[in-house]
């Protein structure tokens, strides 16, 4: 509690639950002594803006939802509390989870502990801040298109995030619900490993959510002197935009594993160019759908500027949705107009197929690919905040994942000139986070020797 209020000029934290948490501590300690406690008994724990907690406030950092109380927990949030961890407040975050910098906030932007005059990285920076100054050991965010492993690298964490229908979405205040998942930041593969084996698996409460069995994910670690066959894709590699010493840390990656006698090949990628447009389309046209259900009618925020039914959806609309919420409901829109609807929305379904279908082929080959997490180190606040474009261009590297549907995870690898940390990724096939996380661990082990 005290680094939470030392450490409150971040504005990581938009709840706290001190008295609940303390008291939640002492019938914890009371069940390790009693040799009953859960897997994460005493584990200290963030929960993005997004994750329903029963009881508790919910706003997606939105004005649109003032006032919101959840009246359930979140699936992933009740397996947590099962196992006796100790959920310790709600994070700040980027409006309903569109942004890449956690500027868009209607709370004001999360600040980076390293340099408060950066980014914290976004949507879920306000989890990846939490965890980076020691607020708590572990934070449960939402990557959409990258929106826990582009904060992780900023913050310099290990971020991961799982298989589509690995996690059930139950209780996720929804963006892009075919995107969407709940992911894990932490200081250690280990930490992420033993919240994923407690809140993966099946649930009854998600249509969508995968029944396939949870390993054990915490006891697989060792990576017994294995030796993987890993491609690079060379598009990334020399993308103009990436930042020279994010290039040298994957160069000097790449060579570190070579000489571990992996074997590790630069390939092409040719579907590169659409993947960033191909994310764009459709989780823009997701959010239209999703945010539709926000009009001031049933719950949140109602303008008291209106007179008549119309005027009272527009006016909470407009007064109630951020800027950046408000452009990504009408790109959505417009794309799923009757006169764009094919030309956008169903070509970009198409591609998007095109794209997990030429991953799977990669994955026939390959163990891993691995690839910048981001173009850049954390840039300074309101750097690109005039031009939506350039921002959008900081998913560059992480929406491939999320269109494919496949899980990622970014590891701290060095830093960059001014002290900052860089973020490399590594993606796997479908369900392969256990091969995963004990590869991410090997490498941060040889990236330190």
């Known amino acids: 509690?005290?680094?939470?209020?030392?450490?409150?000029?971040?504005?990581?934290?938009?709840?706290?639950?001190?008295?609940?948490?303390?008291?939640?501590?002492?019938?914890?300690?009371?069940?390790?002594?009693?040799?009953?406690?859960?897997?994460?008994?005493?584990?200290?724990?963030?929960?993005?803006?997004?994750?329903?907690?029963?009881?508790?406030?919910?706003?997606?950092?939105?004005?649109?939802?003032?006032?919101?109380?959840?009246?359930?927990?979140?699936?992933?949030?009740?397996?947590?509390?099962?196992?006796?961890?100790?959920?310790?407040?709600?994070?700040?975050?980027?409006?309903?989870?569109?942004?890449?910098?956690?500027?868009?906030?209607?709370?004001?932007?999360?600040?980076?502990?390293?340099?408060?005059?950066?980014?914290?990285?976004?949507?879920?920076?306000?989890?990846?801040?939490?965890?980076?100054?020691?607020?708590?050991?572990?934070?449960?965010?939402?990557?959409?298109?990258?929106?826990?492993r582009q904060p992780a690298a900023f913050c310099g964490l290990v971020g991961l995030k799982p298989t589509y229908s690995r996690i059930s979405r139950y209780g996720l205040a929804a963006y892009a619900s075919s995107f969407d998942c709940i992911g894990i930041l932490a200081n250690h593969v280990e930490d992420v490993a033993l919240v994923l084996e407690v809140i993966a698996g099946a649930d009854e409460m998600d249509s969508t959510v995968s029944r396939k069995e949870v390993p054990l994910y915490s006891q697989d670690l060792s990576s017994q002197n294995q030796k993987y066959k890993i491609a690079y894709l060379s598009e990334s590699i020399e993308n103009p935009s990436l930042q020279p010493e994010i290039k040298s840390a994957l160069i000097e990656t790449i060579e570190k594993l070579r000489s571990q006698s992996h074997t590790i090949e630069p390939i092409d990628f040719p579907l590169n160019e659409y993947v960033l447009p191909t994310y764009y389309i459709l989780a823009t046209a997701e959010a239209s759908s999703n945010l539709s259900r926000y009009d001031g009618v049933r719950y949140g925020y109602r303008s008291p500027h209106s007179n008549d039914l119309s005027s009272l959806y527009k006016k909470t609309r407009s007064e109630g949705f951020g800027k950046e919420v408000q452009r990504r409901i009408l790109l959505g829109t417009f794309v799923l107009s009757s006169s764009y609807y094919d030309a956008y929305y169903n070509k970009a379904q198409k591609v998007r197929r095109l794209i997990r279908n030429k991953m799977k082929e990669i994955f026939s080959r390959y163990d891993f690919v691995l690839m910048p997490t981001a173009p850049t180190t954390a840039f300074k606040l309101s750097e690109h905040s005039s031009d939506p474009v350039e921002m959008y261009l900081a998913d560059l590297f992480s929406v491939q994942a999320n269109v494919a549907g496949i899980p990622a995870i970014s590891i701290p690898s060095g830093k960059d000139k001014q002290g900052l940390p860089i973020g490399l990724q590594l993606l796997a096939d479908d369900f392969e986070e256990c091969k995963l996380l004990r590869f991410s661990r090997a490498i941060i082990e040889i990236n330190r020797s």
Do not use: W
């Open 1 to 148: 509690m005290a680094v939470i209020e030392q450490k409150k000029n971040l504005n990581a934290f938009l709840s706290i639950y001190a008295d609940e948490a303390i008291h939640r501590a002492e019938l914890i300690d009371q069940k390790i002594k009693k040799h009953s406690a859960g897997k994460l008994a005493g584990l200290v724990v963030g929960i993005k803006d997004l994750i329903c907690y029963k009881d508790h406030p919910l706003q997606g950092a939105s004005k649109i939802l003032d006032g919101f109380i959840s009246q359930f927990n979140a699936t992933a949030v009740q397996r947590l509390l099962d196992e006796d961890a100790i959920i310790i407040g709600r994070q700040n975050c980027d409006e309903f989870g569109m942004g890449s910098s956690n500027e868009n906030s209607a709370f004001g932007p999360v600040l980076n502990d390293l340099d408060n005059s950066r980014v914290s990285g976004g949507s879920s920076g306000g989890s990846a801040v939490a965890v980076q100054a020691g607020m708590c050991q572990v934070s449960l965010g939402t990557d959409t298109g990258g929106s826990v």
